[in-house]
């Protein structure tokens, strides 16, 4: 199985929200030159402005594209994983398996309520953005601020929303493509391995060190404590079922941006 095998899917839903960000980020620059020029910005209109933008651009238009590729990411990690379950070595006399494509109820809850998070982190995403480019604009406007201080503002502001716009994609896809993957390998396989992303060095330590790790299909993968970069305190060891779980409680920083995969497996050895 490859490394990643969620990394299109990834990338295009992040190519997507990015590109709804930057539409809402020039619509809002342009808002706001125009009003100045007009001299009729104040802060009524401003909030008005960024509430209709971001109603338009970062609700729907994201909701439609993280339910599109929720849901993508889902049917690939299910018809990925039953052909390498089709396709996995297995002892002798392991009897054939007959394994379904279709997705089941279970499957169409599982992928509403991936979605549903992903809104979540959305809406706050959203809130986040209103309040501080209204604060940030409401503070210069009061400084005297002209045309083109106060559309730096607004540019850098939606541009802060990328990276976690990029985040929410990564998160999502993963926790998507895994829960299908974990769900097909716990009804046709006894074992299941963690595959880190191991071709740059964004991995983070300890899910290099769960590499290659086979585990029974109903256990948990343990991570180990690490230390990030530059960081003066290590993230807490944790419990995960699969690369992007997070019912066992684990810290965040082993789960957010995550890129690793779960794969079936027959026997122990790798």
């Known amino acids: 199985m490859r490394q990643d095998p969620s990394r ?25 030159r125009d ?24 609700k729907s238009k994201f909701e439609e594209a993280v339910t599109r590729h929720t849901k993508h990411a889902y049917q690939f990690g299910a018809s990925w ?27 169409e809850r599982a992928i509403s309520n991936i979605t549903t998070l992903a809104h979540h982190d959305l809406k706050d995403l959203n809130a986040t953005l209103s309040k501080n480019l209204m604060r940030d604009l409401a503070k210069a406007d009061k400084q005297g601020a002209g045309i083109v201080k106060m559309a730096e503002i607004v540019h850098e502001r939606y541009g802060v929303s990328l990276g976690r716009a990029r985040g929410i994609a990564r998160t999502t896809t993963t926790l998507a493509y895994n ?12 074992f299941k391995e963690w595959i880190a992303t191991m071709t740059d060095d964004r991995t983070r330590g300890s899910h290099r060190d769960v590499h290659h790790v ?3 299909v109903d256990a948990p993968f343990h991570l180990p404590a690490y230390t990030p970069a530059g960081a003066k305190k290590a993230v807490p060891a ?6 992007g779980d997070d019912s ?14 779960v794969g079936p497996r027959f026997t122990r050895r790798a």
């Open 35 to 58: 009003a100045l020029r007009k001299g009729t910005l104040d802060v009524d209109a401003l909030n008005r402005m960024v509430a209709q933008l971001n109603d338009h651009y970062i």
């Open 179 to 190: 829960s299908a993957a974990h769900d097909r390998i716990t009804e046709y396989a006894p």
């Open 238 to 243: 944790g419990d995960v079922m699969f690369p």
């Open 248 to 261: 066992l409680g684990a810290d965040l920083a082993q789960i957010l941006n995550c890129r690793c995969s």
């Open 8 to 32: 299109q899917i990834r990338a295009a839903f992040a190519r997507d929200l990015e590109g709804i960000l930057r539409t809402a980020r020039g619509q809002a620059v342009q808002q706001v």
């Open 81 to 107: 994983t039953v052909a390498h379950v089709d396709a996995a070595p297995k002892p002798p006399g392991t009897p054939a398996l007959a394994i379904s494509l279709n997705l089941s109820t279970a499957d």
């Open 214 to 216: 086979i585990v029974e």
